[in-house]
């Protein structure tokens, strides 16, 4: 028997809009002989159609209204790529309320708000997929819900913002600076005019957010995951990285420990052999440590229209074969009690790098050592620069290594060195990270 035509209503039309408006159209024909799904795409909402007519999508497609829109009984799924958060809201609550599936790749609301939009989905039943909120074009949403249905996840180590990566990958690749970098990344169109919520760590932070739910059931508002970004990153951090062997990434992690799960959001250290260190440019990869499978990596474009708009399709396609209510209906019961509780990440043991400015004195060095000593922190390395004799002299770097210790040790005696008089830079740690043990 012939599968019946899906409609898709897609609302917005921006990057992420256009390219999935244009994969729906091109690939037509290929997506019905592939997946045997029939699509048809019964219109676009947007409040101006500049972008629609620049990329030549027919006129007769053009919607203004929303409500007429979704009246249509011939659209069965609603795309919604207008990102946001009350605007994104009203648009996918009103999609249900007309008892339509809705596909997304707002991973803000999701991370947010997504329990409450469940769950007026479920009572409606439909259901709301969200592959392309978390890595652009990489299947990590379906391949933790289905993949790897047989494993517990032990932990999740992802590089999954493609603007920060980039910008990281210039500093260390190039040696430029992170404001030249950012330019690049701008002019590239790697960065947006306002990079805020990429550079400062919030997108990387409701993506983990998002995957640590489906990973591990655990519910986390973002506001609760520790988060630093890139913005803060000197570029002698990067450059000291190297010598030690090491390169920056920004992490999204999200780990069990005891009886919980730990999360947090930074740049961190990786060795050059760590499988997710030659991951540059604008790409994006999530390592998955499971129990059963041990380590596997997803790796790809991890924004962009025709990556993102890929992603979407295989919602709608998903949606359309019928084989996502059961999905939703388990994996996403984002409303029913929490599996794990949530663990303080100043809780996890990791080693350490610490950079500092100092004058160089006699017993300067001994006094910082004496203070990280008297509460039971282990040195690894210690790396000083020569003082360039001249007089007076400048103040000099010195770099410390850590070997494992609590992080939440490191506040006071890290607060003792900077009280010191001859610190003229107090000392900020940046997390190196080991492989995760399989």
């Not at 009246?71 to 795309?79: A, G, K, M």
């Not at 996403?332 to 303080?344: E, F, G, N």
Request: glycine content about 8%; proline content about 5%; overall charge negative.
């Amino acid at each position: 028997m012939k599968n019946p035509e899906i409609g898709v209503l897609v609302v917005g039309c921006g990057t992420v809009g256009s390219g999935t408006v244009a994969a729906l159209l091109s690939q037509q024909e290929h997506i019905r002989s592939r997946s045997g799904v029939s699509l048809r795409l019964t219109g676009i909402v947007s409040r101006t159609f500049a972008t629609a007519r620049e990329h030549g999508f027919p006129e007769d497609l053009f919607r203004t209204d929303l409500s007429t829109a979704l009246q249509d009984e011939h659209t069965h799924i609603v795309v919604e790529t207008v990102g946001g958060m009350d605007t994104a809201e009203a648009i996918i609550r009103s999609a249900i309320a007309a008892g339509k599936h809705v596909v997304t790749a707002n991973k803000a609301l999701i991370a947010e708000r997504g329990s409450s939009l469940f769950t007026a989905a479920r009572d409606a039943g439909v259901t709301i997929a969200f592959e392309a909120s978390c890595a652009g074009g990489i299947p990590i949403v379906r391949s933790i819900y289905d993949g790897l249905a047989a494993n517990r996840i032990d932990a999740l180590f992802g590089i999954v913002n493609g603007t920060s990566n980039y910008i990281l990958s210039r500093m260390v690749q190039d040696g430029s600076s992170y404001e030249d970098a950012l330019a690049e990344a701008q002019r590239e169109g790697y960065a947006e005019a306002d990079p805020t919520l990429d550079v400062n760590g919030t997108d990387s932070t409701h993506k983990i957010a998002i995957l640590s739910r489906l990973a591990f059931g655990l519910a986390v508002h973002p506001d609760d995951i520790p988060t630093v970004g890139i913005d803060s990153l000197d570029s002698a951090d990067i450059a000291h990285a190297a010598r030690l062997g090491y390169v920056v990434k920004l992490l999204a992690v999200a780990m069990r420990h005891g009886t919980g799960v730990s999360l947090f959001v930074r740049p961190a250290f990786i060795s050059r052999e760590h499988p997710l260190a030659w991951v540059s440019g604008p790409f994006n990869a999530v390592s998955v440590y499971g129990n059963v499978s041990g380590h596997t990596m997803y790796y790809g474009r991890g924004a962009g229209g025709a990556p993102t708009g890929a992603s979407i399709i295989a919602d709608i396609v998903t949606i359309a074969r019928g084989c996502y209510a059961p999905v939703f209906e388990h994996s996403c019961a984002w409303d029913s009690s929490d599996a794990l509780q949530h663990v303080p990440a100043a809780g996890l043991e990791h080693r350490f790098y610490l950079r500092m400015l100092v004058d160089d004195t006699p017993g300067t060095l001994a006094r910082i050592t004496k203070i990280l000593s008297d509460h039971g922190i282990s040195i690894a390395s210690v790396m000083q620069a020569e003082s360039d004799e001249q007089q007076p002299p400048k103040p000099v770097q010195v770099v410390i290594t850590l070997h494992r210790t609590v992080e939440e040790t490191l506040s006071e005696p890290l607060a003792q060195i900077a009280a010191l008089e001859a610190v003229k830079q107090a000392p900020r740690p940046i997390t190196i990270i080991d492989e995760h043990p399989e």
